[in-house]
């Protein structure tokens, strides 16, 4: 009975075993999606710590594990919550299908446990942000990138931006995937409008300080990209403030959407607080379009469209300028006659026909026009004071008072600037394993037509300057006549290549871009590259390093050489020789999540190096860039960059950035710094609300960042330069929702259904009132001495806004 009773036993271990082995191991596949049920690609499957893959393109992965009683499969992708499956008893096939969870929420309402980090050269930046902010120009993007890590501004009124050390011109900027021009006669932030990208129509941004991809054109410095959204359903917004007013509107149906900008600015209160009193005229309007129609899953057809007209006129009356110390004050009045009148012009098309075959590959074709027609004219003459304001006693030998010069001048100029660009582009992308791929080709035809005309007389003291007594002569007198036209072309390929090891999640970019241009027929090679690296042991760690060859192509600017004559006149010529200035970069950064007071928080660093060659010095007036239209020096920039992200208050994100930088070029012979070296800058932005008054927020924005080397006007910084005092502006918002933005669940009656939210806000912009230097303007006596007189920008300054989304 009892060896009965063991054969029975083994028996069943045997049939036991039996079925084991019949069972066989045990194959897992199925699909990944976000939360919009779109296929995720690169989302990490893992079986315990040995077995693990990633999904393709269409989000499906497939998986085989060895039998076990139960199996647990592990869901992860960078940005997204971590997502956990058991299986018990598997056998055979089993389909698996995973919906990932965004661990970063800028939303009101739901709580905020992570945020995603960055893996490459570009940074997301969430367009929210920037919608309640007090700003100037009206809730720009560029003004949101000024409180960047590396980004610096040293005016309110101007959208321009210089990134760790490139000059204003070294900066691209895209929407939805086409390079878009900024006017080129633009020399002071009164006589620029608006951005070009309309803040309303923003859906995504992407921002890069440098180490970006091949997909990218030839420019040194940073990459804007913007992506406008494609709307859902009907919504809408309007905005009106007492600088302008605002307006968009947009549509969806199953196969068209539509999307409807229109801005228009008058800021002659806020350049009523300039030192410089008289009739202030600025008109400056924008209409934009953006339209999406889809034949088929497989093809569809955008339209992207721009009319930007804007007039600056201007009527100068007087001026008086305070500057100087407290023992050595200086007063500078002057009396203006005549007047200022200036028209900038910009059209914009462009269309794009995709085709998506499958979820593997995607194709486009690209037409796009730019066209701009710019005109500055103005006659203005003035007699203009300088005195010595401050006092002296009589027992130290100083004086009360004192007229330090007098004189007169007359500024002239008739210039007129068009240019086309004509563009065709052919893109694609594959997908094909662990591989990115992506491709592409583009044709660029430029017509550029130059008519300037400037001079300027000066008198002082009786004494015409240069002074002649045989010939009456002008102190500066400029004069250019030209017609070009010129061709480039384009192609670049890159590879995106993504891999999961028991060490860590590995991205790695590396592509090549080649580039030639007709007028000085230079050929182009570009390569880049750029690693990202999150360790398995420390998931809130990510690493990433970037290196490359860039370039910056000139532009009509970047090439026209002054030529002065005997009698000290200038005309420009065209110099074919020019070549592409170079910048050889290395980038080293890390991001690094965590909690602190139950809150996420993101701490972001970066070291970088940029040797500089083949450069064209330049030097800045304003905003304008005077280039020597030579590849005179060579340089250098290096530098560090610190952000500090999170929720300092529950519920808000707000962020603060430091840099620190260097930058340095030899111009004949002598080191000097570069005219953008702004050696250090700090940025902070902050969000927060009243806790017993929910529907009040409060805004803040505030920079202090170095000045910049100045220059005496056609001098050069070999010569001698200054530094300008340091940027210090505080800009501060306070919001009020006459209608918060429904809750889950909740519905309103009547007429308010039709409606979002309403929010009414007042803005005090410089709020501490404070005189930043925006440049210098130079008072020469006969004895060839000349005092720098700074040219203040906006002071304090009060805004009511309303805003309306429905």
């Not at 990433?544 to 002065?564: D, H, I, M």
Request: proline share 4%; with cysteine.
């Amino acid at each position: 009975m009892k060896n009965l009773r063991t054969v029975i036993y083994l028996l069943m271990l045997l049939s036991a075993a039996l079925a084991v082995a019949a069972r066989g191991p045990v194959k897992i596949s199925g699909l990944v999606t976000d939360e919009n049920n779109e296929p995720m690609e690169f989302v990490t499957v893992k079986i315990g710590k040995a077995l693990g893959t990633t999904t393709g393109i269409d989000g499906r992965y497939t998986l085989t594990s060895p039998e076990a009683d139960t199996i647990r499969i592990t869901f992860s992708c960078i940005g997204y919550e971590e997502s956990k499956r058991r299986l018990i008893e598997p056998e055979g096939e089993v389909t698996v299908n995973v919906k990932m969870t965004p661990a970063s929420y800028a939303l009101g309402g739901i709580e905020v446990t992570d945020y995603q980090k960055q893996m490459g050269g570009m940074q997301k930046i969430d367009r929210s942000d920037f919608k309640l902010a007090p700003d100037v120009s009206g809730g720009s993007v560029e003004s949101l990138l000024t409180t960047m890590a590396g980004v610096n501004s040293n005016n309110e009124m101007s959208s321009q931006y210089s990134v760790r050390g490139g000059s204003y011109d070294e900066n691209s900027v895209y929407i939805n995937g086409i390079e878009v021009y900024r006017p080129q006669l633009i020399s002071s932030g009164q006589q620029e409008g608006m951005s070009i990208v309309n803040p309303d129509m923003v859906g995504a941004i992407g921002f890069s300080t440098g180490g970006f991809s091949a997909q990218y054109g030839d420019r040194m410095s940073s990459v804007l990209d913007i992506t406008y959204r494609e709307p859902e359903a009907f919504e809408g917004s309007a905005s009106a403030s007492l600088m302008g007013a605002t307006a968009a509107v947009g549509s969806s149906s199953r196969h068209f959407s539509q999307l409807h900008g229109i801005r228009y600015k008058q800021n002659s209160s806020l350049l009523g607080s300039l030192e410089e009193k008289g009739e202030y005229d600025p008109k400056f309007f924008d209409y934009q379009t953006s339209m999406t129609y889809t034949v088929n899953p497989k093809w569809k057809v955008s339209v992207l469209g721009n009319i930007a007209v804007n007039n600056y006129r201007f009527i100068p009356h007087n001026r008086t300028t305070k500057f100087g110390t407290s023992t050595d004050a200086k007063e500078f009045t002057v009396y203006f006659d005549g007047a200022e009148k200036d028209r900038f012009e910009t059209y914009f098309g462009a269309g794009t026909l995709t085709y998506k075959p499958n979820k593997a590959h995607e194709f486009s074709l690209q037409a796009s026009g730019y066209f701009t027609n710019e005109l500055v004219s103005y006659d203005i003459s003035g007699e203009y004071w300088l005195d010595q304001a401050g006092t002296g006693g009589a027992d130290d030998g100083g004086a009360v008072g004192g007229e330090l010069g007098v004189g007169k001048y007359h500024e002239h100029a008739r210039n007129r600037f068009r240019a086309s660009v004509f563009s065709m582009a052919l893109r694609g992308a594959s997908g094909i394993s662990k591989h990115n791929l992506s491709y592409g080709v583009t044709f660029n035809t430029e017509r550029i037509y130059d008519r300037t005309r400037e001079w300027e007389w000066r008198d002082s003291a009786g004494f015409s300057l240069p002074a002649n007594p045989d010939a009456l002569k002008v102190v500066y007198n400029l004069s250019s006549h030209h017609n070009v036209s010129s061709t480039r072309l384009a192609f670049y390929a890159m590879d995106t290549y993504r891999l999961n090891t028991s060490a860590g999640y590995l991205n790695i970019n590396g592509g090549l871009r080649f580039s030639y241009w007709t007028f000085n027929k230079e050929f182009l090679v570009s390569p880049r590259v750029s690693v990202g690296f999150v360790p398995e042991r420390n998931q809130r760690l990510s690493l990433r390093f970037a290196t490359g060859l860039y370039y910056q192509s000139p532009f009509y600017k970047e090439y026209r050489e002054p030529v002065v004559d005997a009698d000290g006149n200038e005309a420009i010529v065209l110099n074919a020789g020019i070549k592409s200035q170079r910048s050889f970069q290395m980038i080293l950064g890390a991001d690094y999540t965590f909690r602190a007071m139950n809150r996420p928080f993101k701490i972001s660093g970066e070291a970088y190096y940029k040797a500089l060659g083949n450069l064209i010095p330049y030097e800045i007036d304003n905003l304008k860039l005077v280039y020597a239209g030579r590849n005179l020096t060579s340089g250098f920039t290096y530098g560090l960059d610190f952000k500090l992200f999170g929720q300092f208050v529950e519920g808000t994100d707000s962020w603060l950035s430091f840099s620190l930088m260097k930058t340095q070029e030899t111009l004949n012979g002598v080191k000097v710094p570069r005219p953008t070296d702004q050696r250090y800058s700090f940025a902070l932005y902050f969000t927060d609300y009243f806790p017993k008054i929910p529907k009040l927020k409060f805004n803040l924005r505030g920079i202090f960042s170095d000045g910049l080397p100045m220059t005496a006007p056609r001098g050069s910084r070999d010569k001698g330069y200054f530094r300008a005092p340091a940027y210090k502006r505080l800009d501060v918002g306070l919001a009020y929702a006459l209608l918060s933005p429904a809750k889950e669940g909740q519905q309103r009656t009547g007429f308010l259904r039709h409606l979002k939210s309403v929010w009414l806000g007042v803005d005090a912009f410089n709020l501490l009132d404070i005189s930043n230097v925006s440049s210098y303007y130079w008072v020469t006596d006969v004895n060839d001495i000349q005092y720098a007189v700074p040219n203040y920008l906006t002071g304090r300054q009060f805004n009511v806004r309303l805003s309306v989304e429905f």
